[in-house]
């Protein structure tokens, strides 16, 4: 008889299957190893100078993590945590400091890896005699003060003493170290153990400046300051003419700058231009380069001429330069102690005669090198396209328009071309828009406005106008065009009265 068993079987085999099952559910731990760490540099045992600047090296890995992973301290047992920087791809770490106390110093070095496990390695070093060791010289820091905060752009200087009882002032050697620059100056000091070290260029960020003196005996002691140097944040204002030197009260200076700012756009900086004898001259915006012009016409006397730039924080930036402004009467131009027009008829009357004016007749009327310099403007001389003064971008953007105003240009001779040029900055969708106002033109002469536009190299005229008085020029692009880009405005006479030149005009782009 054959027989058969399924039941029984099927259940001895879900009977063991829970056991199976048991003996595999056993969890998977997860291996980790602590770093491995040592000290390379110093062995241990070594002894420096106070206030020198030690340099600490070691090698820290981990057989898990990468070791920019790792989080690594270098501490003192004296003066605490000095160093976090992580180990490069070699695993090597480095930091150095002058920043240590005088005293028996424990260097130890942790790597702590990402699962919390450490390691630490420990060296022992002597650090100098400190600020109190008998017959040691004295020093003190007087400036700067401590915690003060210093701007990395203005010379930070470190002026402190050092003296000794023994040792003349002039054979005391002398070094500043910085915990974060390292070593800054080292000399003896000035007259009477004065210490002046000026235009010192420290990185942004905390540092402690200490000053060591070291007498004849090998004697060191130290003072110390904690400083902070901040981020120049300030305009940068840069006078780019005039330079110093004589310039004569009837000469139209043309005072010119270039502004910039990290922070505030430079369309949004203000500039001024004054004197410390005639104050505020005038005050604007530069154009989009950052450039700013004016023409000033100043008294004799010795002014000081500052640009001032303020940004959207209240900071200012300034230069300035020294300049002789005299009155041609009184200005003795050959050095032979006669002055022009002093009435004693010798050369300088015969041949200068800066008395009398000059006249808008292309001629230099009082030989002084310069034509028609009583109306010359600040936009001179743009007398072709090649020449024209450049407005930058005036942008018809696409919600609203922008302007420039300009005020007190003239046509000061009978060729005189005057140019100005923009960039209008046309987009596919943004179609451009020109209007220019010219208003003051002389109503005794006959003058001539082009509204011109860029194709390829050459100007085309898009609309003109002539005769005085008020010019009104437009231009109305096509939407979809976007090269309609580069625009410029000429004025010019086509009849030239003398004298005209004695009046200015106006003009008011807006695009």
Known sequence: MRRTYSTPVMSGVLTLLPLLLACQDSSLGVYNTPPSVSITSPAGGEAYGAGELIEFVGIAKDSQDDGDLLEITWSSDINGPFGEEPPDVDGDV???????????????????DTSGESASETVSIEVGQGTSSEGAPTVTIIGPSEGEELVSSEGIAVV??????ETPWEDLQGTIISSRDGEIWFGNPETNGAVSVTEIELSEGAHVLRLTAEDGDGLTSYDEVNVTVLADGRPQANIVAPASGLYFSTDVITLEGEVSDTETDTELLVVSWSSDVAGTLTTGAPDSSGYTAYGASLDAGTHVVWLTALDEDGQEGTDSVTIDVVHPDDYDADGDGYTPNDGDCDDDDATVNPGEPEVCDSVDNNCDGYVNEDWWDAYEQNEDSSTAYDLGEVDDSLW???EVELSGLTVHEELDDDWLQ????????DNVSIRVTITGLPASGN??????????SSWDVQDSDSGSGKFVLTYEGDLFD????DFAVRVYASSWPANSCSTTYDILIES
């Not at 003058?447 to 390829?456: C, H, Q, R, T």
């Not at 976007?482 to 880009?485: G, I, L, Q, R, V």
């Open 94 to 112: 480095f930091v150095a400091t002058a920043g240590l106390s005088s005293g028996t110093h424990a260097i130890t070095l942790t790597a702590v």
């Open 160 to 165: 402190a003493s050092m003296t000794d009882d």
């Open 400 to 402: 609203s328009g922008d």
């Open 422 to 429: 923009w960039y209008a900055d046309d987009d596919y969708y």
């Open 447 to 456: 003058y001539v406005g082009e509204l011109l536009m860029k194709d390829g």
């Open 482 to 485: 976007d090269d309609e880009d």
